[in-house]
């Protein structure tokens, strides 16, 4: 068993509110309001910036040379690949570039970004890495469990192209190896006495994400 | 005119927003329910904990041994009287140590505490002081400002002690000696070039101050 | 056996390099020069200032509110109490404050502290103990060994008092504290797997305390 | 005047005593014995890893996006091409990557790197550029004041080799970019009030670095 899926068993009901969370559910059928999606597109590149630095401080913090190679990688895919991707895609809904950096962070971003950020500098690896869990992981799942969605009205394909990205065999791949690293960096710093503080990071991270979504539903 | 006063300037709107809030409102006239400033009480001691994280980061950055002193007295003051007040407050409202320390933390407190933290770690030492600035600050400004109201109704006591404690002498000298402090740093580190980013820390602060009071209201 | 006794037998010839070094053995018999002493004293200053920020960024990383405490205690015990001694004791030694703030920073001062500190940052509040346990359990062990020497020379009284600081039961108990408190941080973070990473650390860091004292010798 | 120049003008002594060092007079004419150079290259590796943390944590400190793709360039140059030319390097002096990796550090690598590191963590992006200058753009200047030199002995063709590499354009050019980038940061971050500061920071930095040169030598 995972260090994740150990996690996500010691968490499920906060696990389940947001991996299946209404914004989820609304976008698997096509009846999500097109601006809820829009407002997440937009928050979603500032949350880019964000966790590009969550992985710069991951190079920083790990403790051995493979370690800084897997967060460079990661590093690499969102600031080289995924931000570029995310331009476009915001440009096919009228969102300009220059609308996205100006663009004010919602308390949501500010709260799942920062308390990403701030558990990596207090603690270690491991604590960064099950921080970042529910993000990289949630979002392999979601793609998962809704892969046979046939999401209709307005906005099917927008929303289809979505759970086509993080359930294509790129991204499936990114969330194994990631889950992967963190079962490396576990077999050293992971005791059973500090399962408790490491489960009550994932259930918060988990708790922030949800928020995440409901900031979209809301707008 | 001190920095703070040319933030607050900058951001008169989001300021206001925060340091009129209608929980603030509320609390003057009395009208505040009990369960939503006992639920501000149980979430302001989560806030002191990680606050006090803060100014320990802020004696860890101190350019200065003069900086470290300030930043000492204020963990000190935190740490070793104000952590204990609280729980004699919460005491009077039947909250328990025990239930103040394995109390989940709100989104709302998570999102606050943390942006200030990271803000301090991404930056330098004025950037920590001006996302602190808003609590410290601004709870003095709200005592000021209240500081003839006569709260009535069931909690009348405990909102006028509230009110008596930030508008106390004690609270606000506190309160002027770090906008002092503030203002000496920034005579170092302070330029021009600099201000639209240190006011747009400080306009996030505000913002995630105005949710703290909301996550009372709402509960 | 305390995770210090284990880290001690693991870098046995390294600790005694330090422990055992020709400053401390000169110290003891009086021999060391004066001139050696006076330049350890000074740099010793400065090794302060940087070892209260060590203490304050272990309040800042301590996962618990105890973990805060203990941190705060030994950060006050150095900003408040030690520092003063420090700056009376080299008084006696004709050095004025102001020589001690404005003294260049040997290399040696800089290795040691700059270590510790980024060792921590990186790392957990366990990784930043062992990098502070050389410095805190050594002087305590130091001390005793040489409980019963009797420097002669111009010094001697000198030598004596500094035996008698660190022999004393005051900074003994401070050294037993520290510690038990790794040991109990070593309960919840503490593997097999990571023993070798932190036997490291103290490694490199009782190499660098030996590289203080020859910078004192070699003055 | 670039902020280099000036920081190099107010350190005169101290930056030449660096870059006018024995062991770089002594690699210009030949001179300089083989297991000098060797201990250096050995160091120079473990010194690569912490340089590829200090570009990584600058993309985490990084004010800007723009900065954050300027150090994202730098810690990929190093992490993704430099340390590989190291390796081969190396292995031309029968050093393999195996040896390289269980290197045990020397303290003049620690003092250097771990300074770096540090001061970046306290203060801001532009007290993190002010240490690394004097690597990335010493490196740059030292070549340059060599670039006629001809190496005789029997390393002399390992000696013109370390000079071509860092004399050569693609270096001076990064070093040009990394002087840029620096004034960019100066443009937003720099007082008349901060200089002394940085100015130390500089001083210091230079210190450690001809202390890196010294072990060599010493070997």
Redesign the interface.
């Known amino acids: 068993m995972s260090l994740f899926e150990r996690l996500k068993a010691d968490n499920l009901d906060d696990w389940q509110a947001y991996t299946r969370h209404s914004f989820v559910k609304q976008l698997a059928t096509g009846e999500l309001p097109e601006h809820a999606f829009r407002t997440y597109l937009q928050q979603d590149y500032l949350f880019l910036?964000h966790f590009?630095?969550a992985y710069?401080?991951a190079?920083?913090?790990?403790?051995r040379?493979s370690d800084?190679?897997n967060?460079?990688e990661g590093?690499?895919a969102i600031?080289?690949v995924e931000m570029d991707l995310h331009v476009e895609l915001c440009a096919g809904w009228g969102i300009s570039r220059d609308e996205l950096?100006t663009l004010p962070?919602a308390?949501?971003t500010?709260?799942y970004t920062?308390?990403v950020?701030?558990?990596g500098?207090?603690?270690?690896l491991l604590?960064l890495q099950v921080a970042l869990a529910p993000c990289i992981l949630g979002y392999g799942e979601i793609a998962r469990e809704n892969a046979l969605a046939k999401p209709a009205g307005p906005a099917a394909d927008a929303y289809r192209r979505w759970l086509d990205e993080y359930g294509g065999n790129d991204y499936q791949s990114v969330a194994q190896d990631f889950s992967s690293w963190t079962d490396q960096t576990a077999?050293?710093?992971?005791?059973e006495?500090?399962f408790a503080?490491l489960s009550e990071i994932f259930n918060?991270a988990s708790?922030?994400e949800a928020?995440f979504w409901q900031m979209g539903l809301k707008a």
């Open positions: 910036i590009s630095r710069a401080l190079v920083y913090k790990s403790p040379l800084m190679r967060a460079l590093l690499k600031m080289d950096e962070e308390s949501e500010m709260a920062r308390f950020l701030e558990t500098l207090r603690g270690d604590d077999e050293i710093y992971m005791t006495a500090r503080a918060q708790r922030l928020d």
